[in-house]
């Protein structure tokens, strides 16, 4: 699904070629899914590549450590600009960057917290996650898995051991001929798609399951929440039940790597007419504008990218493995 070649990875402050980013096998992350991590992406700006929403994919890293018990040898600061310099030492765009903050030492036992905490950051080349379905509409399968209860897994952190939900959820949908998996929370509320927050329109207004449904808040959920307001859609943060997402006039996910993508089909009950409807089209005109820096009022959304002897002065650069 995703091309998975990049160039360099960001190993807690040294660049080695990607092929060479390895850890030992029997580390605490590895075995107990205790990692933290972000999905961010780099775009092409009016004047060189830019990270969207860089401080609050910061921020929300750090916040997935605290939840975790993780302690983070590394200021906001510091994960910022290690962002910035993986980001120009793999000069492709669009790129998808994701930070982890893991325990990479060979550490068995669930409780063992001594090993260190190590940063790590790869980026690959990044395409459209649902392919042409991001386009055209999304089919997508209410999930026989259910959300895990915040007071089991926290989800407002983004852990690597969370995902064992999401994956279960999306091979489930894949195998059932779905581009993507809806997850119902365990009341039966609609919670979110498996890597995505999930919105629907009715009568020119939107809805979107709010933090009492163990989602993740995402930061793309975020931003088109405020698009939406900027636009003068009434937008309801709220529990969001089956039956009204079923009946909605449209529905749409958003993530890091969606992005934007529409939904047509939920589980053989078609959305609207089929396509992306009028309210979910406006709002990813503005967006799409946004990430490439043609909206001015979104333009706090993006940092620029310095080349990498500028983020990094030479003297302090460590790099390894070749070029
Ligand atoms: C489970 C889940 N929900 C929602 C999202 C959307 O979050 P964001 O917009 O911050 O990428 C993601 C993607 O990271 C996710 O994995």
Redesign the pocket.
């Known amino acids: 699904m995703m091309a998975t070649q990049g160039k360099k990875v960001w190993m807690d402050g040294t660049l080695v070629d990607f092929a060479d980013a390895k850890v030992h096998v029997l580390n605490h992350s590895l075995h107990y899914g205790v990692g933290v991590f972000e999905?961010i992406r780099g775009y092409a700006g009016p004047n060189g590549p830019v990270i969207f929403r860089l401080p609050e994919h910061v921020k929300r890293l750090l916040d997935s450590a605290r939840l975790y018990r993780m302690s983070v040898p590394f200021t906001a600061e510091e994960i910022a600009r290690a962002v910035l310099e993986t980001q120009a030492a793999n000069d492709f765009v669009p790129s998808y960057i994701r930070p982890i903050l893991y325990r990479g030492e060979p550490a068995l036992g669930v409780k063992n917290r001594g090993g260190k905490v190590s940063l790590a950051i790869g980026a690959i080349p990044a395409k459209k996650y649902l392919g042409e379905a991001s386009e055209t509409g999304v089919r997508a399968k209410i999930s026989q898995y259910r959300k895990p209860r915040s007071d089991a897994i926290p989800s407002y952190a983004?852990a690597a051991g969370n995902y064992l939900n999401?994956y279960l959820a999306g091979v489930d949908a894949a195998d059932d001929g779905y581009e993507e998996a809806i997850l119902l929370d365990a009341n039966g509320y609609v919670a979110?798609?498996?890597?995505?927050?999930i919105f629907l329109v009715r009568d020119g207004k939107l809805y979107t399951p709010g933090l009492e449904s163990d989602?993740?808040l995402?930061?793309?959920?975020t931003s088109v929440l405020q698009i939406a307001k900027d636009l003068g859609y009434p937008v309801v943060e709220k529990l969001v039940s089956v039956n009204e997402l079923l009946t909605a006039d449209e529905v749409f996910f958003?993530?890091?790597?969606a992005e934007i993508a529409p939904v047509r089909e939920i589980s053989h009950f078609p959305v609207g007419d089929g396509r992306a409807g009028p309210v979910t089209r406006d709002i990813m005109d503005v967006f799409y504008r946004a990430v490439r820096g043609e909206e001015p009022k979104y333009a706090s959304w993006l940092t620029p990218v310095p080349p990498l002897a500028r983020v990094v002065p030479r003297a302090t650069r460590r790099e390894k493995g070749s070029a």
């Open positions: 999905g983004k999401s979110e798609g498996s890597g995505e927050n989602i993740l995402g930061i793309t959920r958003s993530g890091t790597y």
